[in-house]
């Protein structure tokens, strides 16, 4: 699974130095971050409201599409900043036996 987020990483990272006209991961970085972060949060309130359709209708393929568009500007953002997927997986990983109310106790110490 991870790999699908290693080679999309790898497309981003060249994308960024592709003309903007050319690639839409290229003109979201000439754009800046403030402008990702504009479409995170709008995927973000996409898949939110798809999360509560897919509730009612019992249909999760729009869930899906959105998530991956989330997933997607999440990674662009990600790139943007200098930080790669190994970096949230490595993090998951470290959390995978840690209880939840545990993990986030030890997030309020810092």
Not at 86 to 96: C, G, I, M, N, T
Request: glycine share 6%.
């Amino acid at each position: 699974m991870s790999d699908v987020l290693t080679q999309l990483a790898a497309v981003l990272e060249t994308r960024k130095s592709a003309q903007p006209d050319s690639s839409y991961v290229a003109s979201l970085h000439a754009k800046g971050l403030n402008k990702i972060l504009e479409k995170v949060g709008e995927e973000c309130t996409e898949t939110l409201i798809a999360a509560k359709d897919a509730q009612r209708s019992g249909n999760s393929d729009e869930l899906v599409n959105e998530t991956a568009d989330l997933w997607f500007h999440c990674m662009v953002m990600l790139s943007n900043l200098g930080v790669g997927p190994a970096e949230v997986l490595d993090e998951l990983a470290r959390r995978f036996d840690l209880s939840g109310l545990d993990e986030k106790a030890s997030r309020q110490d810092t």
